[in-house]
């Protein structure tokens, strides 16, 4: 740890002018008294002369006091100083020190960084700026508790310590995230790689706690001035260089977590547009820029228009026309797809008021809206709300939703279907739904997806897995929708295995809501809006959900 020589804070108290003016008064009067004062006293004890004089001995007597007291006022100040000087290097260790592990903290860990670098550069050395951090530690504190996290802190903190060369320095810069500097001869950097790999090594021995054993991963990501096109190597300061460490290690989580990656530019471009991409999601759903794209869905045999599915798009003003793969991860990690769902199903149920009646309207649902225990109470409010009937929607939930918490989307997809709303099974076969589940939740239809359905256009393609979800569908009385249905070839393959419905870019492209009413118009099946009205008997449609209902059925 580097050593900051504390400033000199005690002058006053070192240099007390009445307590030394004291002290050297008396100590002169002492001498000149006493020179005066004992020889009386000693021709007094033996007997000749009349002894000293009154007012002599009262000032010695006076000043052995003062000497006294000076020499008590300067061991207290001595105290003093010495008590006052601990408490200011204990005050400093304290904002340079991590409490819990015992490494620097973050505060301190710049200034550290750049002595470093300096040290290192004078021999023409480098320096690697390593982020450590824990992989799911919110889990650990959450399932047991924030003492055990810490205990895991402080096991990991001194398994890397171990790790290091004595003139590495380590920090940690708060939660689990552990940063470290570590110099290393330029000509082999592979050594910070196999210093890694010790890192790794040693987060793979589990953490034994009191009665609990705890097996955690880590992300590591690494940066170095030597990354830098400068010829100066300290053209950059350790924050620039921690900052890159730092999105090197997120570009190791985002790339599956427990894995270290060297920092590259490319990484903060993308963290960059990543920044960019939250700003402008925000942005737009203040801005409504959001909106509803509908794709045909065809019976298959007749080729007769029977609905749409609602895909999100986003209209940027900069970015132009984003697909969901884009923004819909990025809303759901930041915690706003809800009310982009909400602002899309609201538009796409007032537009499909505009249909016909036969025509029925498709949506996906996010796993996010499904943790949600009042989502099927607010959807039926909404169609209200816009004049949609329920027996024109179709929801469609992913097999990945069913994992979270069957219970709950069990009892939502029941309160969903008592009112008249359908609910498909999306992206059949990618997942890992039992045949329990198909059997004992309430779905209407399956949906094969488009992965399956587009090995039938391939000659050496097989139909044995859609052969074998159609035979299931039928088995289990669902009606089957396929995906993905690019050509005549996909089309005539799907028509000789049964009674499908089906979408896909052979029927077209999804089309704005003007698009739709467009190719509505000449078929006859654009009516004028009409309002849908709550029946009377159904004045209780939106229940308030009951955990005990939920937990039971779980």
């Given amino acids: 740890m580097t050593e900051t020589k504390p400033k000199n804070r005690f002058g006053s108290a070192e240099r007390d002018l009445i307590a030394l003016g004291i002290a050297t008064a008396a100590i002169l009067l002492f001498v000149a008294t006493g020179s005066a004062v004992l ?87 480098a320096v690697a700026f390593i982020m450590v951090d824990l992989d799911n530690f919110k889990q650990i504190n959450d399932m047991h508790g924030h003492g055990i996290g810490d205990a895991v802190l402080v096991q990991l903190a001194e398994r890397l310590i171990g790790q290091l060369p004595k003139q590495a320095r380590i920090a940690r810069l708060g939660g689990d995230e552990f940063g470290i500097v570590v110099p290393f001869n330029k000509s082999a950097p592979e050594r910070i790689d196999d210093l890694i790999i010790r890192f790794f090594e040693q987060a793979a021995i589990p953490f034994e706690l009191e009665k609990i054993t705890i097996d955690a991963t880590m992300s590591i990501g690494v940066a170095t001035e030597l990354e830098d096109e400068s010829p100066n190597p300290l053209a950059i300061d350790a924050s620039e260089l921690m900052h890159r460490a730092d999105i090197a290690m997120y570009h190791a989580k985002k790339q599956g977590k427990n894995r270290f990656f060297w920092f590259e530019p490319t990484m903060e471009n993308e963290l960059r547009f990543r920044n960019q991409l939250e700003t402008g999601i925000r942005r737009g759903l203040a801005e409504a820029e959001f909106v509803p794209y509908y794709e045909q869905q065809v019976d298959l045999h007749t080729g007769e228009l029977v609905g749409f599915e609602m895909l999100a798009r986003w209209q940027s003003p900069q970015l132009g026309l984003v697909s969901p793969e884009i923004f819909i991860p990025i809303a759901e990690e930041i915690g706003v797809i809800c009310e982009i769902s909400d602002q899309l199903m609201a538009q796409a149920f007032t537009d499909a008021c505009e249909w016909e009646d036969s025509l029925t309207l498709s949506i996906n649902i996010s796993p996010v809206q499904l943790r949600d225990p009042w989502f099927a109470q607010k959807l039926l409010k909404l169609l209200v709300q816009q004049g949609l009937p329920p027996q024109r929607l179709e929801i469609e939930i992913t097999e990945s939703c069913l994992h979270d918490n069957v219970g709950l989307v069990r009892s939502m997809i029941t309160s969903l279907r008592n009112q008249g709303v359908r609910i498909s099974l999306d992206d059949f076969g990618t997942g890992y739904s039992s045949l329990e589940q198909l059997r004992s939740l309430p779905f209407d239809r399956l949906k094969i997806d488009r992965s399956f359905v587009g090995e039938l256009s391939n000659p050496e393609g097989s139909s044995t897995i859609v052969d074998a979800i159609i035979s299931l569908g039928e088995g289990l009385n669902m009606p089957i929708t396929a995906e993905g249905i690019e050509d005549e070839k996909i089309l005539a393959s799907l028509k000789e295995m049964g009674q499908l419905k089906g979408q896909g870019y052979l029927y077209g492209r999804p089309e704005t809501a003007e698009e739709v009413r467009n190719r509505l118009r000449p078929l006859g099946k654009l009516v004028e809006r009409r309002v849908y009205r709550e029946p009377e008997e159904t004045t209780h449609i939106f229940p308030e959900p009951s955990l005990a209902r939920i937990r039971a059925s779980q």
């Avoid at 020889?39 to 007012?55: A, D, E, Y």
């Fill in 39 to 125: 020889p009386g006293v000693f021709r007094s004890l033996v007997g000749i002369g009349t002894g000293p004089n009154h007012l002599l001995v009262n000032a010695l007597l006076l000043n052995i006091a003062l000497v006294i007291f000076g020499w008590r006022r300067y061991r207290q100040l001595t105290h003093e100083i010495s008590e006052r000087k601990r408490a200011e290097e204990h005050a400093r260790k304290l904002s340079e020190i991590d409490p819990l592990t015992g490494c620097l903290n973050r505060r301190s860990m710049a200034d550290a960084a750049e002595k470093l670098r300096a040290s290192a550069a004078k021999k023409g050395d």
